[in-house]
């Protein structure tokens, strides 16, 4: 089988596995009490009444601030610490009327309870989780914390609170705050909605999130927690109002995290689009500069990177055309060269898979199989028939963290 017949036959098996196991990449939103009538008795979310106005606004737009600043968080140690932490500070500060996603400045005006209830919902949260989190990776369960901050090495912990509040929570507040205030006399009870979907694709939004003059986030969000944005808003919980080609499930990136990138790594999807020697080059892979002297995959710095291997099949070269073209919308004109993050969308495009289904396979296998450290567990993964650590190349598997 040529590497590029692998690469198609990994993604279609991971993709498979994330549209079963949707739930493993969502955020629960059926259990934040000011969400809950959203909800039917199932826990599905009601669509049709996406549109019903709750206070100022709609359903929708408070949805999707909630995943923007869900979004922001999702950069810290532990997903699932991150998500009860918003969770639960989301109730609490309702419950005092703090309404921060319908009255974003309401988390400003009360700055001090909503630092108190942060920290106070980070303790309790670091009693239940900071055991297992240290099992699973292999660390020690003091080091839980998950207030971070941007260094150039990456994502740091660190202790102060008003930093981290204002950074990660205020930023994403202040972006509906803004539009809010922008609107003037305008009438609309979807400013934010409105706003994203004024991009002609969901991975031009992704990027704007950040990069935009006025009400882009700059450091405040990084560039895989935009392109898991653009997921949850048109893969997970479908909240787009856009049917267009531009709006698709193939029209943004995968948020390669962590996660993916120790998945990617070590089944060989990485080694079959370029050597090791490339991803050294590019500093993906950063020898001896990970745990315990083990090699560093910082999977961000994928991102732009091209295929140095062949692509050798010709529908995926024409749905790469297709994808960056019309989907993505990021280029004018035809490209010569394949950017490996972008692989996946062309060989999904058209199949009942969207990037959305693999990257919820990713979390899945990342998460529950293959820890980030010397023994995952390969005997139960779904990939173990597949995986190329696991058949041929331990070394991937115990030299290799990220
Ligand atoms: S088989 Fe092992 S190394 Fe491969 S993806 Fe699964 S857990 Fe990870």
Do not use: M
């Given at each position: 089988m040529s590497d590029i017949e692998f690469v198609k036959r990994l993604v279609f098996k991971i993709a498979e596995i994330g549209s079963k196991r949707k739930i493993v990449g969502s955020l629960s939103l059926n259990d934040i009490e000011p969400f809950r009538h959203f909800f039917n008795n199932k826990g599905d979310l009601k669509y049709n009444e996406l549109n019903v106005m709750d206070g100022a606004w709609t359903r929708r737009e408070i949805l999707t601030r909630y995943l923007l600043v869900s979004a922001v968080l999702d950069q810290g140690p532990d997903i699932e610490g991150v998500r009860n932490l918003l969770k639960n500070v989301t109730n609490a500060l309702y419950r005092k009327e703090i309404r921060i996603f319908h009255r974003p400045i309401d988390f400003f005006r009360e700055l001090n309870i909503s630092i108190d209830e942060i920290l106070k919902k980070h303790d309790s949260i670091k009693k239940l989780r900071a055991e297992i989190w240290a099992k699973d990776n292999n660390s020690n369960p003091n080091k839980y914390n998950l207030f971070f901050a941007q260094s150039p090495r990456g994502i740091v912990s660190i202790n102060q609170v008003l930093d981290y509040s204002i950074h990660r929570w205020g930023v994403p507040l202040c972006v509906p705050l803004l539009l809010e205030k922008d609107l003037n006399e305008k009438e609309s009870a979807q400013p934010l909605v409105e706003y994203l979907e004024t991009f002609e694709s969901s991975e031009i939004m992704s990027k704007e999130l950040k990069n935009h003059k006025r009400y882009g986030m700059g450091s405040a969000i990084g560039d895989k927690a935009c392109h898991l944005f653009a997921k949850w808003y048109v893969h997970t919980y479908r909240l787009s109002t856009?049917?267009?080609?531009?709006?698709?499930?193939?029209?943004?990136?995968?948020?390669?995290?962590?996660?993916?990138?120790?998945?990617?790594?070590?089944?060989?999807?990485?080694?079959?689009?370029?050597?090791?020697?490339?991803?050294?080059?590019?500093?993906?892979?950063?020898?001896?500069?990970?745990?315990?002297?083990?090699?560093?995959?910082?999977?961000?710095?994928?991102?732009?990177?091209?295929?140095?291997?062949?692509?050798?099949?010709?529908?995926?070269?024409?749905?790469?055309?297709?994808?960056?073209?019309?989907?993505?919308?990021?280029?004018?004109?035809?490209?010569?060269?394949?950017?490996?993050?972008?692989?996946?969308?062309?060989?999904?495009?058209?199949?009942?898979?969207?990037?959305?289904?693999?990257?919820?396979?990713?979390?899945?296998?990342?998460?529950?199989?293959?820890?980030?450290?010397?023994?995952?567990?390969?005997?139960?993964?779904?990939?173990?028939?597949i995986c190329i650590g696991k058949l041929k190349h331990p070394e991937w598997i115990k030299n290799y963290t990220t």
């Open positions: 856009r049917n267009d080609i531009g709006w698709s499930k193939w029209s943004f990136e995968a948020p390669f995290d962590s996660n993916a990138g120790r998945v990617l790594f070590r089944t060989g999807f990485f080694a079959s689009l370029a050597d090791l020697r490339d991803y050294e080059n590019w500093e993906v892979i950063q020898k001896r500069k990970g745990k315990g002297k083990t090699h560093y995959i910082r999977v961000t710095n994928i991102r732009g990177k091209k295929a140095q291997k062949e692509i050798e099949n010709e529908e995926i070269i024409e749905n790469y055309k297709e994808v960056v073209l019309n989907h993505l919308k990021i280029r004018k004109r035809i490209p010569q060269k394949f950017e490996i993050q972008q692989i996946p969308n062309a060989i999904l495009l058209n199949s009942k898979f969207g990037v959305g289904d693999f990257d919820d396979g990713l979390i899945y296998i990342g998460t529950r199989f293959c820890f980030n450290h010397k023994k995952p567990k390969c005997a139960e993964c779904p990939l173990r028939n």
